[in-house]
């Protein structure tokens, strides 16, 4: 039982680099909530997921800049050292000026691309929607590893009060023993063996203690604090609730809810959206453009309204790949199999989601039945100890007796704990794989 609360105490370390710790000063008192805010603020897998964010986003725009009209301002000084010259039937003769400038504005837009534009910002906009369901998986996913770390040390604290309490009863029992000794209603065996009795427990305190200060240094590491900083949990394991949703229900919320997989839908529609971009270069290119420019030429820096003057024009551009060679065709070959890849993984993500919404579901189910039976179970145990306690004051139970209620007591307060435990951790599991929260998934 000891060994088992350090399997989630150290299952999910790893979701967490090491960063800078927070400066120790007083006690910290820290809610679950509090936990998982500080927690995500310091995890570097979603500040690489805000950023790869920041990047499709850019990227959107990016492409957003290719569908606008293309404006570009142009200008040229050139100063003439020696003037050009000109041949006329065997005559030469110097033409322009010292000094001669040009300035223009020109505008292209696109007006027919096959479709590459239109597919292109589509595409981008899914990514955009896909970083954004990668960044809520990436939180969820945090919110999970700490929910799980702060159970953990909520058990390890519940842990450290029951064995604290099994030694406090043992050594009750020590005290009336030595009692009934010295009345000779005891012999010395009997007490020695309560002795025994007592130092056995003490063992199991001293680890419950150990376990729940490791469980505080893990989660204060998780979170970014200084590991020798006084922490204070506020909470405790709630009883488990009887009203969990249906596995149908919540198989088909998890499929419209769950970050990842929305993702990878997202991540294949964008594929597909790519493989008519990529067709697109297979289709005419139509732009119009249109320029004025601005030209003088002068001896001097001041060119005269003579020396001055001004053009206009504007047209249509057909460019037509008729031969790349077949770049065009590969590329939209390599966009079909990035497509097929993306389906194959969004199918796979949807087979992975219904599995963990199974399997997190039924742990649900298990661990509720397990703290309904030992809820009941511990008042049973106690009247049974407090009875056999009474029996054994009046001599009519042995102490083999006492120490076996004693037992009892101990044994079904743990277990207890360890369903709540399991209930609250398999809960949260269960919200991060249908990616919404319990309340919301309530019948």
Excluded at 60 to 79: E, I, K, W
Excluded at 187 to 203: G, I
């Amino acid at each position: 039982m000891k060994n088992s609360l350090l399997v989630p105490l150290l299952v999910f370390l790893p979701l967490f680099p090491a960063w800078g710790a927070e400066p120790s000063t007083g006690t910290l008192t820290l809610s679950l909530d509090d936990a998982v805010e500080m927690a995500l603020r310091q995890n570097l897998d979603v500040s690489l997921a805000e950023l790869n964010l920041r990047m499709l986003e850019s990227r959107h725009r990016a492409v957003f800049g290719l569908a606008v009209p293309d404006v570009s301002l142009t200008g040229n000084y050139t100063r003439n050292f020696e003037r050009p010259s000109v041949f006329f039937s065997g005559n030469r003769t110097e033409t322009g000026s010292a000094n001669s400038y040009r300035a223009g504005v020109e505008l292209e837009q696109t007006v027919y691309s096959g479709g590459k534009l239109g597919k292109g910002l589509r595409a981008t906009r899914l990514g955009v929607e896909a970083g954004k369901d990668n960044l809520r998986g990436a939180k969820d996913e945090i919110t999970l590893a700490v929910k799980s770390l702060f159970y953990s040390v909520l058990l390890a604290s519940a842990t450290v009060t029951i064995q604290e309490d099994n030694l406090a009863s043992a050594e009750e029992h020590l005290r009336t023993i030595k009692e009934r000794f010295k009345q000779g209603l005891d012999s010395d065996l009997t007490l020695l063996r309560q002795e025994v009795e007592v130092a056995n427990a003490k063992p199991a305190v001293i680890q419950a203690r150990n376990l729940l200060d490791l469980g505080l240094t893990l989660l204060k590491d998780a979170m970014g604090i200084d590991v020798d900083r006084p922490v204070l949990l506020t909470g405790r394991l709630d009883p488990a609730d009887r009203k969990v949703p249906s596995y149908a229900g919540l198989s088909r919320l998890a499929l419209e809810r769950n970050p990842e997989f929305h993702a990878a839908q997202r991540s294949a529609e964008a594929s597909m959206s790519l493989i008519r971009a990529a067709a697109g270069d297979l289709h005419p290119q139509l732009s119009i453009f249109a320029n004025y420019q601005w030209f003088a030429e002068s001896e001097d820096l001041s060119p005269g309204p003579n020396e001055r003057a001004t053009s206009a024009a504007g047209g249509l551009k057909l460019r037509y790949p008729f031969f790349t060679g077949g770049e065009t065709l590969e590329r939209v070959r390599q966009a079909r199999l990035e497509y097929e890849r993306a389906q194959t993984l969004a199918n796979e993500l949807e087979r992975s989601v219904r599995v963990a919404v199974k399997r997190n579901w039924l742990a649900v189910m298990e661990a509720s039945e397990r703290a309904e039976s030992q809820e009941s179970a511990i008042g049973q145990a106690r009247r049974a100890l407090e009875a056999t306690e009474i029996r054994y004051k009046a001599g009519h139970a042995s102490q083999l007796e006492l120490n076996d209620a004693t037992l009892a007591l101990n044994r079904v307060r743990m277990l207890y704990a360890q369903a709540l435990h399991d209930y609250q951790v398999a809960l949260a599991a269960l919200e991060r794989a249908a990616g919404t929260k319990i309340e919301e998934m309530k019948p």
